[in-house]
C-alpha cells in the first residue's frame, strides 16, 4: 500500500484548536504528516490532539499568543524543537470583530490586525529559513471579506486585504527561496467564529441574530454555507508534491458568493 501523500513532512498549523484550523490540522495530520498545533488555549489544542492521536497521527500542542512578537518566536523554537524542522506552515489564527464605523473601537483594529496580520508574518519571518531548508510551503487563511468590503466588517476585510497582498509579495521572495506560497479566502463558514461575527453585527446594528442570518444567506445567494472541510481540503491540496508549480494565488472558497474581484 502506497503511504500518505504527506508522509515523513512536518507541519504547523496555528488558530488550530478549533474551527477551521482544527480541520486543517487534522486533514494534514490524515495525509501522514506530523503536526504542531499551535493557539492559545493549551485544553482546548489537547482536545485536538487526542482526536488526531485517535486517528493515529503524531502531534504537538504549543499554546502560544501569536498577537505578540515573543508568542510567536516561543512558538516558532518549540515547533522547531518538537518537529525538527518544517515543510508546511498554515496561518489560520485571526480574530477580528465586526462593528459600525465610526463606533468601533480603535482597539479593535490594532487587535486585529496583531494577531491575523502581524502574528502570520511574524511568525512566517521566524520560520522562513527552515522553510527555504526544507524547500517548504506557506498558506495563509484570509477571507473573502478581501475582495467584498463592506461597512460592517471594515476590519476583518482590511486584514484580509493586507494578508493577500503580504502573500502575494513573499511569493515573490518564495520563487528565489524555493518556497511555495499560496493564500486560501473562505466565505462564509459553519464555525464559532462565524456566529459571534453575526453575534456582533447584530448587536451593533440594533437587530434580532435571525435577521443578519437571513440577510447574510440572501446576500451570498449560496446553496449551502460552506463547511471547514472545504477549506481543510484545499489546503491540502495545496500541500500536494503534484500542485508545486501553483504559487502566488489567492484561491476563494465561497460557494459562489463573491460577486468579483
Do not use: Y
Amino acid at each position: 500500500m502506497a503511504k500518505p501523500e504527506l508522509s515523513g513532512r512536518k507541519a504547523l498549523v496555528t488558530g488550530a484548536s478549533k474551527g477551521i484550523g482544527r480541520a486543517i490540522a487534522m486533514r494534514l495530520a490524515a495525509d501522514g504528516a506530523e503536526v504542531a498545533l499551535v493557539a492559545r488555549s493549551e485544553k482546548d489544542l489537547e482536545r485536538v490532539a487526542d482526536e488526531v492521536a485517535r486517528a493515529g497521527g503524531k502531534v504537538h500542542v504549543i499554546a502560544a499568543d501569536l498577537s505578540t512578537f515573543a508568542g510567536c518566536e516561543a512558538a516558532a523554537s518549540r515547533a522547531l524543537e518538537k518537529l525538527g524542522g518544517l515543510d508546511i506552515l498554515v496561518n489560520v489564527a485571526g480574530a477580528t470583530r465586526a462593528g459600525v464605523f465610526p463606533d468601533q473601537p480603535d482597539q479593535d483594529w490594532i487587535e486585529g490586525f496583531a494577531l491575523k496580520f502581524h502574528g502570520a508574518v511574524r511568525l512566517t519571518r521566524c520560520l522562513w529559513p527552515a522553510l527555504v531548508a526544507a524547500k517548504g510551503t506557506v498558506i495563509n487563511i484570509g477571507g473573502a471579506a478581501a475582495h467584498t468590503p463592506a461597512p460592517g466588517f471594515m476590519v476583518g476585510g482590511a486584514v484580509n486585504a493586507a494578508l493577500a497582498h503580504f502573500t502575494k509579495a513573499l511569493s515573490k521572495q518564495g520563487v528565489k527561496d524555493d518556497v511555495n506560497v499560496n493564500i486560501v479566502h473562505p466565505g462564509m463558514t459553519e464555525t464559532d467564529r462565524m456566529e459571534q461575527l453575526i453575534e456582533q453585527e447584530a448587536e451593533a446594528e440594533g437587530i434580532p441574530l435571525e435577521e443578519v442570518r437571513a440577510r447574510k444567506s440572501l446576500e451570498a445567494g449560496l446553496r449551502r454555507i460552506g463547511r471547514p472541510s472545504d477549506v481543510s481540503e484545499t489546503v491540502a491540496f495545496l500541500c500536494s508534491p503534484k500542485t508545486r508549480h501553483i504559487q502566488g494565488i489567492a484561491l476563494t472558497v465561497d460557494g459562489g458568493a463573491t460577486p468579483g474581484l
